[in-house]
Each structure stands twice: as C-alpha cells, then as structure tokens.
C-alpha cells in the first residue's frame, strides 16, 4: 500500500510573515491540513497564521490534544489522533500537521509521530522547520540569547522551584516556556535570590496583542497567556565591556 506522505509544519511564532518560504510551498499543495487543538470549541492560532498567508481550502482535520499532565488521558488522546491520521495517510493523501513555532521543539508533534509511526512503520515523514518563539522573542526585545561562550537552558517554567533554581545558578541564560500561569511562582524565586543581570517577561510575540516588559515585579498577581515566555539573563546583552 502507497501511503500519502506526513509533513509536520511548523508555522512560526504568530506573525504570518514569519512563515518560511519553504513551510509555504508545501502548504500550497497539500490538501489535507491536521490541525491541532486543545479543546473541541477553541480556534486554532496556527490556523490562523496559515490563513494570513494562503488563500486555499483544505480538507481540515481536527486534532483534539488537550493541555493536561495526566500520562493516561494524553497517551488516548495521541492514540486517537494517531488513528484518525493513518486513515488518511492510508488513503494515499498527503498530509500536513501544522504547529506554532517549531515542530522539534516542546511540540505534540513528536509524539503523535511516534504513535503514527507505530500504525505506518514506512510512512514517508519531512519535518519543515519553523522559526521558534525563543527567536522571535529575543529578536522582539533585542537580546541575545547567548554570547561567547554564555550558556543557555530552555525549559518550561512549569518545572519544579528547586530545578528552576538550580538553573538559574547553573546557566548564564535561562528561558522558561509555557510561563503564563507560573509568573507568580518564578517572581518569588528571583525576588528571594540574588538574580544580577535581566529579566525580561513576552505574552504573545507576533499576534497584535503581544507586548514584553523588564519589570518583572509588575507581573504579581496577574493571569497572562499560555503563549508567554521568560528569559533571565544574568549578562545584559547591551552590555560592553
């Protein structure tokens, strides 16, 4: 049996003119988008960056891929898309499964692939590279990630307290992903140690709404978006010598 081929796509950080041109071309001529989502009635964000560059119908595919640490509920809900997904592919269709930033990094696409490829042992896979929320972010705010021989740490920010501490003694750069509803835990954190150098809080780089800011004391007691990011930089990037 000749199965369609699997694309996992990824779309950038929000701003449509941020999708690469490659992730374009192969949008263009697929006609089956999978399109993941965390719950039944909420738009896709994805989607919708797509849909600021494309012009095109697609046969759309929905993915329900809920948000949640429970190892049960995710391992049915991959399955379950794993096998909506290999019904296509079976068809001879080829197929997109597009995501925010990039598809290797912190993506629910790596793991619907393994469950895919469990079904489609030979399934034909090409991941596209799409351009991370680190990136736009440090871009956005005009910070280095790294320098010299700076280290870096990338993690969620849902990780515990003391690992969290741990890397920010440990790593001159620390970026903490997913940090919307872990602002007040990582502020006390900083506000307890001996933080030097900067911090720099981003909600929703690339959409309209977005906006950053260095005053991380402001952030208490506020509920921002999952599409949030920390960076702590014990070096100021404008800095010189």
Not at 143 to 155: D, T
Request: charged share 30%.
């Amino acid at each position: 049996m000749a199965y369609g081929k699997f694309y996992g796509i990824g779309v950038g950080p929000g701003d449509p003119e941020l999708l690469t041109l490659k992730a374009k071309r192969i949008l263009e001529k697929l006609e089956v988008l999978l399109v993941p989502k965390s719950k039944q009635e909420k738009r896709s964000l994805a989607l919708s960056i797509v849909a600021g560059v494309i012009d095109k119908e697609w046969e759309y595919v929905e993915l329900i891929l809920p948000m949640t640490t429970e190892r049960k509920d995710l391992e049915r809900h991959w399955q379950e898309a794993a096998d909506q997904v290999a019904e296509i592919l079976k068809r001879g269709t080829d197929t997109g499964f597009i995501t925010l930033g990039d598809p290797t990094v912190y993506s629910t696409f790596t793991y619907l692939l393994k469950y895919i490829r469990r079904l489609l042992p030979d399934l034909k896979v090409e991941i596209i590279p799409g351009i991370s929320a680190v990136n736009s972010i440090s871009a956005w705010i005009q910070q280095p990630l790294a320098e010299g021989e700076e280290s870096l740490v990338i993690v969620p920010a849902l990780a515990e307290r003391a690992y969290i501490k741990d890397l920010i003694d440990q790593f001159d750069n620390v970026v903490l992903l997913k940090a919307g509803n872990q602002t007040e835990k990582v502020v006390q954190l900083l506000n307890e140690g001996d933080v030097s150098g900067k911090v720099y809080f981003a909600s929703r780089c690339g959409f309209s709404d977005g906006f950053y800011t260095d005053d991380f004391t402001s952030l208490l007691d506020k509920k921002f978006d999952y599409l949030s990011t920390m960076i702590i930089k014990k070096n100021r990037g404008d800095d010189v010598d």
